[in-house]
């Protein structure tokens, strides 16, 4: 990998064949894990302008038209985050000289907060190409990471490291975007959701106005709905053009349902992609394929969603099931093909599928990748209901070094495809009607109780003979079968923030306090001696708008779990008025909420009490001795299912059941609880 240092520059081309299409990511951290930024990238002119606003690619417009520039989200690191980009090399107009990539931070926050600050760049294949390392970034609230630049006809990239105290909005700005930013223009959610509606089949998502001027593409001829705006307000508009806003879009979902036209409950909607039928896992493995991979060539938006990661162009894209490929004397038949066309190239990915909780095969993959290796695919993709981790692949792959080409090993599981389309169709929009109907009928089919696409339902074949060592004590560090229980619950929690991100529009991480440059199974082995120490598989959950860290702790020894977040104490005011102020936020949470004053200098807590017992009396969480109380903590208690997950009382269903009672009961009523973003508006 070529290391680079600020203001270096390399060709692409000398450290890779394959640079047509290369994801960059950016990272961070911090010590709690709590540190985040928002990438965004410019494409500019040889003056150093953008051509339009809408060269200006970012939260509130992460994709572009022809595919060239699309932000993919972040992911969870160690000690924080990275945010990744694709950049189709090939897409990129012929008047765009130069691509600036920023990353910027909110409100006061600065970049010197954060530690390790780094870019990467990949190729086509997956290869690290380059690493660019920021150390002392200043107190600034954004940053230039780099850029890539053409010369000669061929692009090069610079490592910048510049900093800007203006933020986003002065980044924008000096390369010349039209930001509007008015403090006046505020969004009216309450006025605008009256009226609307959202049935099982159809999902409608409108923004208000204040939000609606984003550098857009125009739009599909398919879209029959459009945000109702006043007389006043289309007359503004008309005023003045469309211009980016910096501050985050919300959305607002339909609160009332359209009325059925069924005579009774009994009555079921028609399906588009029926599951009840399903009786084998070959069928429940064909059918989720197929509908998979239907969906993904008629949704451009979908399909280029789940393959960009992977380093696919943006192209023409089309799907294959079932295809008979030549190998000796026993042709095999991966269960789907993807093939992406691009100015009269192919990109090509053989799908391997497995659905019910059934294990990918090491010899299968490994077939598969042989193959694609030996006719010039790109990737093999395999998908299941497992989670993979960093530092721990589902399978072990041998790949020929010796090939001139490369094959490229993904892994996809289940609850990423359902959380990709739950954020475009409940949230961030879709091209078309047609196109959220789709999403819909997909998402509707993979929470099929019969369609085996659950994801991750079962702690493992050492859950059990752990548990039980636990109870009998007799459980030592260093044991294996612990590693593999952190492991399990390590792909849970990545599951629980999937779902819960998918359902809430937000971004939600796993958070991993760990000394920087930890390696993945180093930090779990430790976290299975505490484990084994302690008898307790503690996490903590990001989520983006709230007030505080979701932190969750399953105890082995006595079989409960507890959900909790920790708010901090005011900075103004006195203490009972901040105890009162707390229990009127909490007038509709449970009566079996524990509430606790976190006090300066004690690790153990402070008083406590259930809020049943602390509404007709607030100054009880008040201590006694006059100490500082620093904060709350909120915690609510549940006893956790004893088999692997897979039953009715499993554990891995109380988990999913705890975090969602807490966060709908306890969090959304706590300041800077939920909020929702939305790219432009649909109805199906």
């Given amino acids: 990998?070529?290391?680079?240092?600020?203001?270096?520059?390399?060709?692409?081309?000398?450290?890779?064949?394959?640079?047509?299409?290369?994801?960059?990511?950016?990272?961070?951290?911090?010590?709690?894990?709590?540190?985040?930024?928002?990438?965004?990238?410019?494409l500019l002119t040889g003056d150093g302008k953008v051509r339009s606003d809408g060269d200006f690619y970012f939260y509130n417009n992460p994709v572009a038209a022809d595919g060239s520039v699309q932000l993919l989200g972040k992911a969870p690191t160690?000690?924080?985050?990275?945010?990744?980009?694709?950049?189709?090399?090939?897409?990129?107009?012929?008047?765009?000289?130069?691509?600036?990539?920023?990353?910027?931070?909110?409100?006061?926050?600065?970049?010197?907060?954060?530690?390790?600050?780094?870019?990467?760049?990949?190729?086509?294949?997956?290869?690290?190409?380059?690493?660019?390392?920021?150390?002392?970034?200043?107190?600034?609230?954004?940053?230039?990471?780099?850029?890539?630049?053409?010369?000669?006809?061929?692009?090069?990239?610079?490592?910048?490291?510049?900093?800007?105290?203006?933020?986003?909005?002065?980044?924008?700005?000096?390369?010349?975007?039209?930001?509007?930013?008015?403090?006046?223009?505020?969004?009216?959610?309450?006025?605008?959701?009256?009226?609307?509606?959202?049935?099982?089949?159809?999902?409608?998502?409108?923004?208000?106005?204040?939000?609606?001027?984003?550098?857009?593409?125009?739009?599909?001829?398919?879209?029959?709905?459009?945000?109702e705006v006043s007389e006043a307000s289309e007359v503004a508009t008309a005023a003045r053009p469309a211009r980016p806003r910096t501050a985050k879009k919300k959305v607002t979902l339909p609160k009332v349902a359209k009325k059925s036209l069924a005579e009774n409950d009994s009555w079921r909607r028609?399906?588009?992609?029926?599951?009840?039928?399903?009786?084998?896992d070959h069928e429940r493995e064909t059918r989720a394929t197929s509908v998979l991979l239907s969906v993904m060539a008629?949704?451009?938006?979908?399909?280029?969603?789940?393959?960009?990661?992977?380093?696919a162009p943006v192209g023409r894209m089309e799907t294959f099931t079932e295809v008979t490929l030549p190998n000796g004397e026993s042709p095999r038949r991966p269960d789907g093909v993807i093939r992406v066309e691009r100015a009269g190239k192919l990109w090509t990915a053989l799908v391997e599928t497995k659905t019910n909780g059934n294990p990918?095969?090491?010899?299968?993959?490994?077939?598969?990748?042989?193959?694609?290796?030996?006719?010039?695919?790109?990737?093999?993709?395999?998908?299941?209901?497992?989670?993979?981790?960093?530092?721990?692949?589902?399978v072990e792959v041998k790949l020929d070094g010796r090939r001139k080409n490369k094959v490229a090993l993904w892994h996809l599981s289940w609850a990423e495809v359902a959380h990709q389309a739950q954020m475009l169709i409940r949230h961030e929009g879709v091209g078309n009607a047609a196109h959220a109907w789709l999403l819909q009928e997909l998402l509707h089919y993979l929470q099929h109780e019969n369609s085996g696409c659950h994801?991750?339902?079962?702690?493992?074949?050492?859950?059990?003979?752990?548990?039980?060592?636990?109870?009998?004590?007799?459980?030592?560090q260093g044991d294996p079968r612990a590693v593999e229980v952190v492991e399990s619950w390590e792909r849970l929690v990545r599951q629980v923030c999937l779902r819960l991100g998918g359902e809430l529009g937000e971004k939600v991480l796993p958070v991993q306090r760990a000394k920087r440059g930890t390696d993945p199974a180093s930090r779990r082995a430790a976290l299975a001696d505490r484990l084994c120490v302690d008898g307790r598989l503690d996490a903590e959950l990001r989520i983006e708008g709230t007030p505080g860290v979701l932190a969750l702790c399953a105890d082995l020894r006595t079989g409960k779990l507890r959900t909790s977040i920790e708010i901090a104490a005011p900075d103004q005011g006195y203490p009972l008025s901040w105890a009162k102020r707390l229990i009127r936020r909490l007038a509709e949470a449970p009566a079996d909420?524990?509430?606790?004053?976190?006090?300066?200098?004690?690790?153990?807590?402070?008083?406590?009490?259930?809020?049943?017992?602390?509404?007709?009396?607030?100054?009880?969480?008040?201590?006694?001795?006059?100490?500082q109380i620093t904060g709350f903590r909120l915690s609510l208690f549940r006893g956790m299912g004893n088999t692997r997950g897979t039953a009715e009382s499993g554990f891995i269903r109380s988990v999913d059941e705890s975090v969602d009672r807490f966060h709908a009961s306890v969090v959304v009523h706590l300041d800077g609880g939920r909020t929702t973003r939305s790219r432009k508006p649909v109805e199906a």
């Fill in 270 to 280: 028609a399906r588009l992609f029926p599951a009840s039928a399903l009786k084998s």
């Fill in 1 to 42: 990998m070529h290391e680079m240092v600020k203001g270096g520059n390399v060709g692409l081309a000398s450290l890779s064949e394959d640079i047509g299409s290369v994801l960059m990511s950016l990272s961070w951290g911090s010590p709690t894990g709590e540190g985040d930024a928002d990438v965004s990238v410019l």
């Fill in 78 to 227: 160690a000690d924080g985050s990275e945010d990744r980009i694709t950049f189709d090399l090939t897409a990129i107009p012929a008047g765009v000289e130069q691509i600036v990539v920023a990353a910027s931070r909110y409100e006061s926050a600065r970049f010197s907060e954060l530690q390790d600050l780094r870019l990467t760049l990949a190729d086509g294949s997956g290869e690290s190409l380059l690493r660019f390392s920021i150390d002392d970034p200043g107190e600034v609230s954004a940053l230039l990471f780099g850029e890539f630049y053409r010369r000669g006809g061929d692009w090069k990239f610079r490592a910048i490291g510049q900093g800007y105290e203006s933020g986003l909005a002065g980044v924008a700005t000096d390369f010349g975007v039209d930001i509007d930013d008015d403090a006046d223009v505020e969004a009216a959610p309450d006025a605008e959701s009256e009226g609307e509606s959202e049935s099982e089949g159809a999902t409608e998502v409108r923004t208000t106005e204040a939000v609606a001027a984003i550098p857009a593409q125009p739009p599909s001829p398919a879209v029959e709905s459009v945000p």
């Fill in 593 to 627: 909420l524990h509430v606790e004053a976190v006090l300066e200098g004690q690790t153990g807590g402070g008083p406590r009490g259930t809020l049943e017992r602390l509404r007709p009396e607030p100054a009880d969480i008040l201590p006694k001795n006059g100490a």
């Fill in 455 to 476: 994801g991750f339902q079962n702690m493992g074949r050492s859950w059990v003979p752990v548990r039980n060592a636990i109870d009998a004590e007799t459980l030592c």
């Fill in 360 to 394: 990918l095969k090491p010899d299968q993959v490994q077939a598969y990748a042989d193959i694609a290796a030996r006719r010039g695919y790109e990737a093999v993709i395999t998908l299941s209901n497992d989670v993979e981790l960093e530092g721990s692949p589902l």
């Fill in 298 to 311: 008629q949704v451009p938006e979908f399909g280029r969603r789940l393959t960009a990661a992977f380093g």
